[in-house]
Structure formats: C-alpha cells, structure tokens
C-alpha cells in the first residue's frame, strides 16, 4: 500500500470516528425517511449530505493535505522521502480525504439504492460514476490551488485555505453545472436546442456527450497539474512538453468550436482564422492566468539572463515559466492571423491584432514588474492595475469627452491605421525595458553586496 | 562525502550565501557555527538539496544537487530547526511511516524502526504517541526517523536547542554513536561547548561566507589539544616544550602553554615527568576544552571581543 495512503489511514480512520460517521449518517437517513416532506426522503438527503461531505469538506481536507504538513512543519520530512510524485499526489488526495471518503461511501449506497428504485439500474450506473467524479474533481482542484501557492512560498492562513477550497468548489459547480445541463431533458438543453448537437472541428456531436467527455477531459488535466506540481515541490524538473501538450490540447480544443459566437459579435473571418483566433483568446487567457499564478521571482529570472549570457540555451530555457509558453503560443496566432489578414488586404484587421498583441506584451510585463517589486499583495496590485487600464482609466476618458485617448488603452479603429498598433507596442515594449530594467538593477545591487 | 564550491544562494531580498566553499570528509560530525541569519540554514538545505544554488555546486557522494535531487533524498537524513511530528501516531507507527516513504520494503519496515529506537533509546515507549513524549524524547524520535533509512549523510540544524542538560548529553552521546556507525554529519548551532563534545571539525558562516575559507579541525581524536598549567612563571616553558618531538606548541605564556600531542597515556605520563625533573611546578594538565570557542573567536571577523 502506498505509504502516504497507509499513514492517512492510520490517522483518519480509527474505529471510533468511523462509528461516529455510521451512527450520525444513519440517524440523518433515518429522520430523513420520517419527515420526507423536509428532507425529500433518504435518497435527497444523502445526494445533500455527500456533496457537503465529499465536495464541500473533502476539498477542504484536501487543500489541507499539503498546507497542513507545512504548517506542522513535516513537509520537508516528506520532500526528502523517497515517494514518487504520483504516490504523493494519490496518497494526499484520497489519503487526507479517506474520512470523507467513507461517509460519502455510505451516502453513495443510499443514493444508488434510491436511483435504481426510482429510475432503474442505468440511472444508478451513471450516479455510480457522477458522484466520484465530482468528488475527486473538486478535491484535485483544491489540492492543485494549495500546491500552486505552496510553490509560491505563500503563507497559509485560514483564509488562504479558505480560497484553496473555494477553487475547489467552483471547479465543482463547473462539473455539476455541465453535468446537469448535458442532460437531454434538462431545462438548459430544452432551451437551447442548438448545443443539442454540439458543432466541432466541422462534426455535430450530441450535447451531453461532449460535455461529459470534456469534464472527464478537464478533470485528467486537473491530476496532470497535481502531479507536474508535486514533482517541482519534490525538486524534480518538469520539461516544458506536458505544459505544451496542455497547450496544444486547450487550443485545439477551443478552436474546435464553430465560431458562432465571434460570428455573431460581428468579427467576418474565415474559417481557419476564426479557428485560429479561438485557440489565440485561449491561449492568452491561459498567459494572464499563469503569469498571475506562477511566482514572480526576479532571481530566476537572473538566473536564467546569466545561463542565456553564457550560452547555455538549454539550461536557460528549462527554467521558462508557463506564462512564457502561452504568451509564445498568442504570438504564433496574431503572426498567422496577421498574414491571413494580410492576404485578405485588411490593414486594419492587421493593425487591430497587432494592437491586441502589443496590449498582452505590456500587460505581462507590468503584472511581472509589479509582482517583483511589491513586497506583499504584488498580484493584488496587478489585478488593480489591469482594472485601472481596462476599466476605470477608459470611463474616466469616457466621462470627461477624451474618447480619443482610449487608444493609449485598448485597441482602436483609427486613422492612420498604424496609430494604435504604434501605441500599444511603445507601452509594451516601455513596460518590458522597465521589468528588464528591475531585474538588471537586482543584479547589480548584488553583485555589489 | 560532501564537497561544497563556490556556493551563492539569494532569495529575492538578499544574498544568504556569497561563495561558500567547503568540504566534509566521511565519517566525520562537522560543526556548522556562526551568528544567527548568518546562513547556516540556508547552507544546509542547499546540502539537503531541498534549495536550488543561484550559482556553485554542491555534490553529495558524488552526486549533484542540481542534477539529482531525489537520489541525494535518498542518501540523507535531514532534521529542520523547527521540526514536527504527527502527534496523534504511535513511535512505532512514526517510525515504520518513515521506513515505508524511504522505500524501505513492507517487510523489512518493523525491523528498521524497531532498530531505529533502540539507537535513539525510544524502545520501551514504542506504543505511545508523539503528542505524549516530552521534548527530549520527541527530539530522540524526530532524529529516529531521520536515520531509519540509514543514509550515509546526516543534517542536523540546532538539534539541541530547547533541551535540558541531560537531553543534551544524551543527544551527543546518541550523534557519536551515529558516526561510529559510518554516517557523517552536519550540526548546525550556536552553542559551542555542547558541539565540543562531538565535532572534529567546525566550519565557521559569517554573513554569507566561511570564516577563514575552510574549515577548522578542532579536535583531533588522536593528537587532542592539552592546556598545560604551571604555578611559578618560567619563560622558558615554550622553548622548552617546542624542543621536545611529538609536541606542537598553539600558543604559550609564562603560565600557560596550549598544545597538541599525542593520547597516548604512557607519552602523556612521560611529558609530565620530564616538565617536573625540569623544575616547572605543573599544577594542572587536561585535555583543553575550549579548542571550539578559541578556534571560533580566532577565525570569526570582529567577534574576538
């Protein structure tokens, strides 16, 4: 047996608390049959009870699961050991959720038996699959949001528990969102008889086939970013290829979709561009994200400077951080979409991309700047100030008839055509000297000490 | 085992460590010294290979940090300054955990832990838990678990602060038994005269670097240093134990003379015989007990007062 598993199940499953679950579990069940009229009998009570057992204190348990060995301070016993990243990443999450486990266990034979009395075996086969699913998926979302800020040095208070749990329950709304509406007769199909049959890369798929495939999709990626985190925290390596791989699967996945809503919002692009301008929203969604999330750390970025100035490509590029990545993958996009457009003789097709590209570059650059210069709440400040630049400073200009300097801002439709994409690329270009600037003055200031 | 060079480590707002270099011979219990924030920490889990160098190399039995942090895991123990236990398992169960997480097979786990306590003397208290042990006893099990997988390299940082005497005499006690069963260690901490019960070596950080350059032998087991005492002054008590084969003088007044020589009883005897027959009124001779604390204020910078 895995050891981290065997060690969480010493400490979470003595006898006496799987008696205290049984009985309390039991008695619900039990009052639940008395008054249907309150609980809606034994079958609702336990689909209630197990998502605030297994979804809702389950992803807390497992948010704790790495956050509670650091406070405890065992963690570096537990880096130092020799458990592979996998055994890590399983015997955490189902290890400091065996407890939930078990209760969600007892509630999931009871709603099993109320789905097969009420609906049949096929139905009760699909909850048999459902529920574990949402289960491990808010669990791993948790776990994977506590590894991310474990990387980061965090500190972890309650609060940041807190928001650990939470990612964990939002990725399981996703699940249960997507889960209910895929349902053929579900209010949301019914309504929207146009995802009936889902059109992608050019096939009509029905709608609750590709919403569930997608979630179990989704849900892999979840385990694959557990386990790519666990090994950095173990000090392995990870090569960029898993992290492309996510990239190339967001991007296709994204671009897969017929793109009838940018065709509705008005933007008259051809097939293959629609399809590449998908995959490049995507994959600056995916930047902005990263470079949210990953730590913004000047002394790697030093490091990596030196190992590029003494010729170690290589070594220089294995330390490239994700945002770098997708930021590489929006700029193949705009090129392309910049010759597709070209060919098309849309100069402002082209000055608008352009623009968008230059806009990304500064904003990636000012969240860096920022987040290597504040001390404390660095991406809290970058959050602001993309608010400044997108909402606030535009509806000031708005607010006070300088609607010609939205340009300094957003990408604009103006003469001659070159002004905004001229613009955007100063700014990016100006916030990238200054973040290479920092990173530069950090190197003297110690190359001084 | 433990070859350190050219080491440089910064985290974001400063340098800890500035080019240390330093080496640690098998078989050996290293003292690592210096003022607090000076870096000791730091070094260690640079060693530990659980800190990336911003620059310089370290190599663990011949292997790289950088390049093979999971197989040096393996090779080592390491114990945190501030370390924790799981309160609510047994020592027996502490200890068979950490048999299984360093790959120590199912059947072979009982046997390690069980020989784990016996070396940290926690036997006869297999079945109670963590939570209950006093400080003393859950330092002697945080060091237990350390070992269970018997790594050649041991890392310990300030394993005694907080203990009473007698812990402290049994923790150096434990350390030496540790490295006659072949493991070398690292002991970081800041109280001297405890480390001079069982370190050969001191390497001395002072703000970033190693004081001196290298490390300083402190004791030698063979060649031990003795502090002669004499009670009418003679000035030439310096000339006459440099004449003498087998003594190296360290430092001498009228008084006093610091010297190495050998252990053995019979030499030592016949030191002392040939001093008196010479007329010098030796009033006491023991084994010095401060070569740390002297070695220290020599090499720190500015800390001779």
């Excluded at chain 1, 529920?131 to 491990?136: A, D, H, L, Q, S």
């Excluded at chain 2, 039995?61 to 945190?80: C, K």
Aim: proline share 3%; net charge neutral.
């Amino acid at each position: 047996m895995n050891p981290e598993l065997r060690r969480n199940l010493w400490l979470e499953l003595p006898l006496r608390r799987m008696a205290f679950m049984t009985g309390a579990l039991v008695l619900i069940f039990f009052a639940a049959s008395l008054s249907p009229a309150v609980w809606g009998g034994p079958g609702d009570a336990a689909v209630l009870f197990y998502y605030l057992i297994v979804v809702m204190w389950g992803s807390r348990n497992a948010a704790l699961s790495v956050v509670g060995e650091i406070r405890m301070r065992t963690w570096d016993g537990q880096r130092l050991s020799s458990l592979s990243a996998g055994q890590m990443v399983w015997g955490k999450l189902f290890g400091s959720t065996l407890y939930n486990w078990f209760g969600g266990a007892i509630c999931l034979i009871v709603i099993l038996a109320d789905t097969f009395n009420r609906q049949g075996a096929g139905d009760a086969a699909i909850a048999l699959a459902y529920y574990p699913i949402i289960g491990v998926i808010a669990q791993s979302a948790a776990l994977l949001a506590s590894l991310i800020a474990a990387g980061r040095d965090k500190s972890h208070s309650r609060l940041d528990v807190f928001l650990y749990q939470m990612a964990g329950l939002f990725a399981a709304l996703v699940a249960y969102w997507i889960w209910t509406a895929s349902d053929p007769s579900s209010a949301f199909l019914r309504h929207r008889p146009d995802l009936l049959g889902i059109g992608w890369w050019g096939m009509r798929t029905e709608g609750h086939v590709f919403l569930l495939a997608s979630l179990a999709a989704f849900a892999g990626w979840l385990l694959v970013g557990c386990h790519r985190m666990m090994r950095v925290e173990l000090m392995m390596r990870n090569g960029p290829l898993i992290w492309v791989g996510f990239l190339a699967f967001v991007g296709g996945y994204i671009a897969g979709f017929d793109g009838v809503y940018l065709a509705r919002a008005g933007v008259r692009f051809g097939n293959a561009e629609m399809r590449l301008l998908q995959a490049g929203v995507a994959f600056a969604v995916l930047g902005y994200l990263m470079v949210f999330l990953e730590p913004k750390n000047s002394v790697l970025y030093r490091w990596m400077a030196g190992q590029f100035a003494k010729g170690k490509i290589g070594s220089g590029l294995s330390a490239l951080q994700s945002w770098t990545m997708a930021y590489f993958a929006v700029l193949m996009c705009a090129i392309a979409l910049i010759v597709f457009r070209g060919a098309a003789g849309d100069g402002t097709g082209q000055a608008q991309i352009a623009a968008m590209l230059g806009f990304f570059t500064r904003d990636l650059a000012l969240v860096m700047l920022i987040g290597m210069s504040a001390r404390l709440h660095g991406d809290l400040f970058g959050v602001v100030m993309l608010a400044g630049l997108y909402l606030l400073l535009p509806m000031i200009l708005q607010g006070v008839q300088l609607s010609g300097a939205l340009v300094l801002f957003e990408p604009r439709e103006i003469a001659p055509v070159w002004l905004s994409p001229a613009i955007a690329w100063s700014e990016g270009v100006l916030a990238l000297v200054f973040a290479a600037a920092s990173i530069k003055r950090a190197d003297n200031r110690r190359n001084e000490e | 085992m433990i070859d350190v060079c050219d080491l440089v480590y910064e985290y974001p707002a400063r340098r800890a460590l500035k080019g240390v270099s330093l080496s640690v011979a098998p078989r050996t219990i290293t003292a690592l010294v210096g003022p607090n924030g000076a870096g000791k920490t730091t070094l260690l889990r640079c060693i530990a290979a659980l800190f990336v160098p911003y620059s310089g190399r370290v190599t663990i039995d011949g292997l790289d940090t950088r390049a093979s942090p999971r197989q040096i895991h393996g090779l080592l123990g390491y114990l945190p300054d501030f370390y924790g236990l799981y309160d609510g398992l047994s020592v027996r169960r502490i200890l068979t955990y950490a048999a299984l997480s360093h790959g120590i097979d199912r059947d072979a786990a009982p046997a390690a832990a069980d020989k784990a306590a016996d070396r940290v003397g926690l036997t006869d208290r297999l079945e109670v838990t963590a939570g209950e042990l006093s400080r003393g006893l859950r330092q002697r099990l945080a060091i237990g678990q350390t070992i269970v997988h018997e790594p050649k390299v041991l890392l310990l940082d300030e394993p005694a602060a907080g203990l009473d005497p007698q812990a402290r005499r049994d923790l150096s006690a434990l350390l030496k038994s540790l490295k006659d069963a072949g493991m070398t260690l690292v002991v970081s901490s800041h109280i001297l005269s405890e480390l001079e019960d069982y370190c050969s070596e001191m390497v001395i950080v002072e703000n970033g670097v190693v004081a001196g350059g290298q490390s300083v032998k402190v004791r030698d087991v063979e060649r031990p240093r003795y502090m002669l005492e004499i009670a009418e002054a003679r000035g030439d008590l310096c000339e006459f134990l440099d004449a003498r084969a087998g003594i190296d003088v360290i430092e001498a007044d009228e008084y006093h003379a610091l010297i190495v020589h050998t252990r053995n009883p019979a030499a030592r005897a016949r030191l002392i015989r040939d001093l008196v027959a010479a007329g010098f009124e030796v009033s006491s001779f023991g084994e010095s007990s401060k070569a740390m604390e002297d070695a220290y204020f020599r090499n720190i910078g500015g800390g001779a007062a």
